[in-house]
Each structure stands twice: as C-alpha cells, then as structure tokens.
C-alpha cells in the first residue's frame, strides 16, 4: 500500500467538518425570530381606564413567545394614551398606535381608541307636557346630562341646538330644527330630541289636556331598613297636572330582595341596602308610572319612653355608638303605659290609662317630625281607640305597620281580658276597629303580645303571652292574622304551656323562635315557630344564671339583631337595682352558654331595646327613673355607658330608625 499523506489529510479534514456539524445540530443555538405581533390589533377605551395589550414573538420553528415584559412599548401619541408595561392608560380622546420591538424587529401597530370620559346619560325636554292651542308655538329646550366617568361626577348643559328634533305626529305639531314646535290640530305628538344615541321626549297637547301615564308618589323616597313607604299614584295629563286614577293599579317592586310592595296597596317594605324601582300599573289603560326607592341600613336617630307617673312621653335624640341620649322634649298625656313607632316613621301610638275621659285605656295617635323628631298631635287631631276598661295594656304593631294589636289585662272591677285589633291608615295613621272586636278566646290575664313575621309565610302570627294566677303554668295563645282584615283567629293547636308567671316576651330577627321569660320559675322557655305558625317547645326551659348567680324574676327578653345573643332582664323589685344575664345563641335558636357575668341596672328594670346595628342594648329602669345604655361587645359582653335620667316610672323605650326626611 502507497502512503499518500494529502490524500489521507482530505480524509481527515471531511471527517472533522462532518463532526463539527453534528455537534452543533445537537446543541442549543438561539431560534431565528421571524415576527413580533402586538393583540388585541385595536381597542377602545374612555379617557382614564386602561387596555393590556400583549406582544408575541413567533420563530422559524413555529414556536411562540410571551414577550410581554421584556419589549420596549411604545405610543405614537401619548398625550392619547401612554403604555408602560403592555398597560395602556387613555389621556384624553383621541387615536394613538402601540407598538412593541425587539433588537431588529418591531411589531405590527395595534390602534388604540380613546373616547371622552365625558359621556351624555340622559336628555331633558322642557317644558314638560305643554299644551297648545292650534296654530300656537313652543320653544323647546334640549338639556343633556353628562357623566364623568373618571370623577364619577354629573353635569348638565343646554344643548338644544346639538340635537336631532322630532314630531311623532306631524299631522298635530311640527317642530324646527332648533325645536320650535307649531301646533296643527288637536291630538297629542311626542317631541324627541337625539343626540349620540340618546333620546329625550315629552308630550305636547294640541287642544284639550289628555292622561298620558301615571305620577307615582314619593318620586324618589329613601327608607331604613325595616321600616316602610306607602306609594300612591294618579293619573299624569299631557299639560303635567295629575287627575284620579281611572283604572285600579297594581304595583310591583323590581328588586324584592331590597324591598317587597303589596300588589293592592302600594305599601312598601325595606328589606336590604339597595335600590328598587317601584312601578305602578294602571289596569284599562296600560299607563305606567316609577319610583325608585333607596334602602340604607337602620340605626337608632330618636328614643321615646313612656313616663307614667309623670304624665309624660320624654323624647331622646340617640347616639348608638357612645350611648349618648340627649333631651329633645316631652309630650304631655295622662298615664302613659307604652309608646309604639309605626315602621314608617310617620307616627307615634301611646297607649294611654287615661281616668279622665272615664275610660280607662285608649290609644292616641301623634305625628312624628323625622328630622328633628318632635312629637306633635296631628292636624286635623285624630280620636283615641278604646282598648277597653282594664288597668293595664301593651301593644304590637305588625313589620307592615298595617295593623295595631293591644291586650288588655282584666281587673276586678272590669274583669275581661282582651285583645284589640285595628286597622292603620298610612296616609293619616288613624285607627279602625277590626270587625269582631274585642276577641277573648284564650286570653288569661294576659301580660304580653308579640307578632311573628316569616319571609314567605303565608300569613303572619301573633301570640298573647298568659301571665295566669302567677302560681300555676301560664300560657301562649297562637291566633293567625288575615294579611287583608287584620282579623286574628286561634291556630289548630291555640295554646301552649310556658313556666310560672311569664311576663314581656320576644321574637327572634328572623320570626322562628319566641322566647319567654317565667318569672316565679327563674327560667326562660324557648319555642320555635313553624311556618304555620304552630309553636314547638325546644328542650327544657333555661335557668337564668350568669353560672355562679341566678336571677331573682326574670322579666323581660330581647335577642340582638344578628340573632346569636339573648339578654334577659332581671327585675326583682322598683325598690332594688336589676340585671341583665347575657346568653349565646346556638344552632335552631337553642340557648346556650352565658356571655360573661350579669351586669347591673338601676332600680325595678322593665323593658329593653336593642339598636338595628347592635351596638347598644338599653334598659328603663322604672323604679329607677333612668335608662341604663350599654356597649354590645364583640363577644356579646354589655359594657354600661352613663346613665341617662328620665320622668318618673319609665317603661318600654322604642327606637326610631326612619331615614330623616322621610
């Protein structure tokens, strides 16, 4: 063999370039970029908001990359739009590109829209349902409602020559381009005026006034949760005055969560924070009319309390938050037993032991100023109810305030007991006997009178606490109330047993359980309510101990709004200061633990009433002459804040919680 050294170092030289190549194919160079897109390819946006975009790198491959965050972004305008990041702010309106780049490459120009933060809401055409004869003119007026997106702030501006004006009906009224109406003949025409897309209108009346829809009252009202709002409507004419309805209307509320309405009545119930609209609808004619109705939460503005051997009804101006009650004024009566606050915020009903009239207990009605909270007698005044000719009386008002139930305890001289019910007018808060009046059937020296009001129950329920002989058992009669007459009548089971000597009862938020108070046998029993209103017994009845001192008569009972407390009044005697034992709530309403150690009242302790936001829990002290106010803690604990003094004998304390204005 031949040796042949350039032929061998061509051998080796191939091998050498076949080696290296391999290598490097097996290696991990850099794929070759071959566009970089920006999305979305346009946008639109409002002076102030913002648009992400994203960058895209695509490679020989096929392979794609997020290069969101590491490109350098660009805007052709920024006073349009600055990008920082992908995220681009609109400045003000205009058009504006975004682009993104890399080391030798730069994406595709996405458009970027930036509109006015300044946007037209609505359009007012004034003047509202004008009338003409034929051949008259009307100038229009086109005034636009602007809504700064931004600022979230509104603005109004004239623009009667911007817009687009129109006549329905040529054939009635025409109307120039800078909206001067001319009428032609009798018959009525909607005036429209357009600009970007919105539209105002009125109606203009060539001859005779005609109804054009219904005016609902109060056009815009805002009510606390809890209370309520009674809506009335009228026929509205094309000349903007109102006319008695034709047709009966019926009402529904658009957002039942915020508030429920009586299809018959217009009476509105607050439920929850929200706005709902109200609307009206006239049956033969088809005429609609709204109402939006704001719900804000309830807390206490106002307390009245019954000071019956001062012949008084004191008024308080009420902070919850420091406990603060502060004098606002008195209102003479004769012997004042309770004070109840109708849920609109209207009116106030005492249930008065007035010897004078030769009656023995009547109901007077007072109107209520919601803004500063005076009690005054209404104008024309309104007649007492006699609740018959018994010593002693307290009464319940249904979560509607349609209806108004006082019992009547029985006396030697007058030995009846009884239970009144009347019927309320929500106009001018008088009363009307409910046909059967008064009703016995059950009642046993009766001591108490609660209403139980469940969502969705077909009806709602009203129990008469028993007091007895105070040495046998007593008892809870069950009635259920006509939604429509108000009329009471015995459940299938009428009775219930409760301990010895029960006294001032409660409900709990949610209308399941009622817990009552038994005095001799220092307990408190607990029953749930079903939805038909049947009570049930839960357990045995619950000591009232702090879980070292038991109470010496339990009196009076209230649960906190939020349904996981029970406070029960201790009231041994008018001459010895009380107490008030604190419980927790547990699962079905069943009472549990106590919430730290009893805590001290003033002399003779009789009601107790909590604020809606539950902050404060406040006890009347009727030996005492004083209301003790209390801090609710977070765990329930009661805190007692400076003690506010009163006129003699207070008794049954009643918040007002109505939206001032209302």
Not at 280 to 292: K, L, P, V, Y
Not at 471 to 489: E, H, K, Q, R, Y
Not at 598 to 614: C, E, H, L, Q, S
């Amino acid at each position: 063999m031949n040796w042949n050294p350039r032929r061998f170092a061509s051998v080796f030289f191939a091998i050498f370039v076949v080696v290296v190549l391999a290598g490097c194919s097996g290696g991990s160079s850099t794929p070759v970029l071959t566009a970089l897109t920006v999305s979305p390819a346009s946008a639109s946006i409002i002076a102030g908001n913002t648009q992400q975009f994203t960058a895209t790198a695509l490679f020989a491959d096929g392979t794609t990359q997020d290069k969101t965050s590491s490109v350098t972004w660009t805007s052709s305008n920024s006073a349009v739009a600055t990008i920082v990041a992908g995220l681009a702010t609109g400045v003000t309106a205009g058009t504006a590109n975004i682009t993104a780049s890399l080391p030798g490459r730069t994406s595709n120009a996405a458009v970027l829209t930036v509109t006015s933060a300044t946007v037209l809401q609505s359009i007012a055409v004034t003047p509202a349902f004008p009338t003409l004869a034929a051949g008259g003119t009307q100038q229009f007026t086109a005034t636009g409602t602007y809504l700064n997106t931004v600022t979230n702030m509104t603005s109004t501006q004239d623009i009667t020559g911007q817009v687009t004006w129109a006549s329905a009906t040529a054939a009635t009224a025409t109307i120039s381009a800078s909206g001067l109406a001319t009428a032609v003949a009798n018959g009525t025409s909607v005036i429209s005026a357009t600009l970007s897309g919105v539209t105002g209108q009125t109606t203009l009346t060539v001859g005779t006034a005609v109804a054009v829809g219904l005016k609902v009252a109060p056009a815009s009202p805002n009510a606390a949760v809890g209370t309520t709002v009674p809506f009335t409507a009228l026929e509205l004419l094309s000349n903007g005055l109102t006319q008695p309805l034709t047709g009966a209307v019926t009402w529904t509320s658009g957002t039942t969560g915020t508030a429920t309405i009586a299809a018959s009545t217009g009476l509105a119930r607050a439920l929850a924070t929200g706005t709902s609209v109200i609307t009206a609808t006239e049956a033969g004619t088809g005429f609609t009319g709204t109402s939006t109705l704001t719900v804000v939460g309830a807390q206490a503005r106002f307390g009245y309390i019954a000071a019956v051997n001062a012949s008084l009804i004191d008024s308080y101006a009420v902070t919850p938050s420091s406990g603060a009650f502060t004098s606002i004024g008195m209102t003479t009566v004769v012997q004042p037993l309770q004070v109840i606050v109708h849920p609109s915020g209207h009116f106030l009903y005492v249930i008065d032991n007035n010897n004078t009239s030769g009656l023995s207990v009547q109901v007077d009605v007072f109107d209520v100023n919601s803004t500063s909270g005076a009690v005054t007698t209404p104008t024309p005044s309104i007649a007492p109810q006699v609740v018959g000719a018994q010593s002693f009386s307290k009464g319940v008002i249904d979560v509607t305030g349609s209806f108004l139930y006082v019992m009547s305890q029985g006396s030697a001289s007058a030995p009846v007991d009884a239970l009144y019910a009347f019927t309320i007018n929500q106009t001018t808060g008088a009363l009307t006997p409910v046909a059967g009046n008064p009703f016995t059937t059950n009642l046993s020296s009766p001591s108490d009178v609660e209403i139980a009001h469940q969502t969705g129950a077909a009806n709602d329920y009203l129990y008469v606490v028993n007091y007895g002989d105070g040495t046998n058992p007593g008892s809870v009669a069950c009635f259920s109330i006509d939604p429509t007459s108000g009329l009471p009548t015995p459940l299938g089971t009428p009775t219930i047993p409760t301990g010895v000597a029960p006294a001032y009862s409660t409900i709990d938020p949610s209308g399941t359980h009622l817990y009552v108070p038994n005095g001799v046998d220092l307990t408190v029993s607990e029953y749930s309510i079903a939805s038909t209103g049947i009570l049930t017994q839960v357990g045995t009845a619950t000591a009232v101990t702090d879980g070292t001192t038991p109470a010496s008569f339990p009196f009076n009972v209230a649960v906190d709004p939020t349904d996981t407390y029970l406070y029960v009044v201790d009231s041994p005697s008018l001459s010895t200061p009380g107490a008030v034992y604190g419980f927790k709530i547990g699962a079905n309403g069943v009472i549990g633990a106590p919430v730290g150690p009893a805590v001290v009242t003033g002399n003779g302790p009789t009601g107790i009433v909590i604020d809606p936001t539950g902050v404060l829990v406040a006890v009347d002290n009727n030996g005492g002459n004083s209301i003790t106010p209390y801090a609710l803690g977070a765990s329930g604990v009661l805190t007692a804040d400076p003690i506010v003094n009163t006129d003699g004998a207070p008794q049954f304390l009643a918040f007002y919680t109505a939206v001032a204005g209302q």
